[in-house]
């Protein structure tokens, strides 16, 4: 193309920044290939034979989609394009879920996302198998090969019947919770931290008598009205009640202590109460394969950090605590 808009081999060559020669050879190999002469040439002057001409355009178009495509190429490298396969834990609170989302999608608006709701050892296994491009995980767990954005913790309080005698207290003792069930998530969900959260309960002094178990908020809360059974929990958990939940049964009318509009301090309800002294806590991270997190990893790893943060309450996990694996038996210590 420089060639047939200069009609000269010396500002062609200048105008592409080498030598003539080079670019004489050049012309001359593409001739032979494309089997027509596309230049005469003069000892005065280049021109552009018929069938260079009828060429030329094709040559335009096909450099400008060159362009393009290696533009495209560049936005999905840089993860500005393409798909990304994403999972976060159930136990996430919707508000957070959305701001996630919201802030990803201003970064990265025309970038596929495919998200999964996922346990944290679901999410292993995925990201260990490239199945998985990101996720949102429960520390401890096994990180080998992974990196990690920022840990940030969430504090959990306990959920427990209203008319209990602990929901008078403005923080309840762990060892005061001695003769209720531990309502826990599954533990081959995330089994380290499940480990964890008993080796807390039982430094605090409560050793549950049985262990049940139950994810769904209104599963929960239902084997907390009716199992003398305790639910550990972040306080954003009694924050989640259905559309049509009566005000006297919502938790900003139920962690006064004090009866809400239409409610007797016998009645059936849950509130939700922090945990005296040191309190156990979820702790969370991101987690991506090592060596691929690109701009849109990072994008949603910093877009899941933020929502936690404002809309979970999580802070970061300061002094932070090691990620390794403690040995399961340490509950029995």
């Known amino acids: 193309m420089a060639v047939a ?17 080079p670019l004489s050879q050049r012309i001359q ?8 002469r596309l230049f005469e040439r003069t000892s005065r002057q280049v021109t552009i034979t018929a069938a260079g001409r009828l060429l030329l355009a094709e040559a335009r ?8 495509f290696l533009a495209a190429a560049r936005r999905v490298r840089d993860g500005e394009k393409g798909l990304l396969r994403a999972a976060l834990p159930p136990d996430l609170p919707g508000e957070t879920v959305a701001a996630l989302l919201d802030g990803f999608r201003r970064r990265h608006a025309d970038l596929e996302l495919e998200l ?23 520390h401890p767990c096994d990180v080998t090969g992974l990196e990690l954005g920022p840990v940030l913790r969430r504090e959990l309080g306990v959920l427990l019947p209203a008319d209990a005698p602990q929901a008078r207290l403005d923080a309840v003792p762990l060892r005061s ?8 998530f599954p533990r081959e969900s995330a089994p380290a931290l499940y480990d964890d959260l008993l ?6 002094g409560y050793t549950p008598a049985s262990v049940r178990h139950g994810q769904g908020t209104s599963f929960v809360r239902g084997l907390v009205l009716s199992a003398r059974a305790v639910a550990l929990a972040p306080r ?27 409610r007797h301090p016998g009645s059936a309800d849950v509130v939700w109460r922090p945990v005296a002294g040191d309190p156990p806590a979820w702790r969370h991270s991101a987690a ?20 936690l943060r404002t809309t979970a309450g999580a802070v970061p996990d300061v002094p932070a605590r090691p990620l390794h694996l403690r040995p399961a038996s340490e509950f029995w210590l």
């Not at 178009?61 to 393009?68: K, Q, T, W």
């Not at 080796?199 to 605090?204: D, F, K, N, V």
């Open 5 to 21: 808009e200069e009609s000269h081999f010396g500002r062609a060559a200048a105008r592409l920044g080498m030598a003539q020669p």
């Open 29 to 36: 190999r593409l001739e032979r290939e494309l089997g027509v």
């Open 61 to 68: 178009e096909l450099l400008a989609r060159s362009e393009s």
């Open 116 to 138: 999964h709701e996922l346990s944290t050892t679901e999410q292993l296994t995925r990201l260990a198998a490239h199945e998985l491009d990101i996720g949102v995980v429960h």
């Open 177 to 184: 919770l001695s003769g209720y069930d531990l309502i826990l």
């Open 199 to 204: 080796t807390a309960c039982a430094r605090g």
């Open 236 to 262: 954003d958990t009694a924050r989640r009640d259905p559309p049509d939940a009566p005000r006297s049964a919502r938790p900003d009318a139920a962690e006064s202590g004090r009866p809400g509009p239409g």
């Open 288 to 307: 991506w394969p090592e060596g691929r997190g690109d701009a849109a990893v990072q994008a949603f790893a910093d877009a899941a950090a933020h929502a």
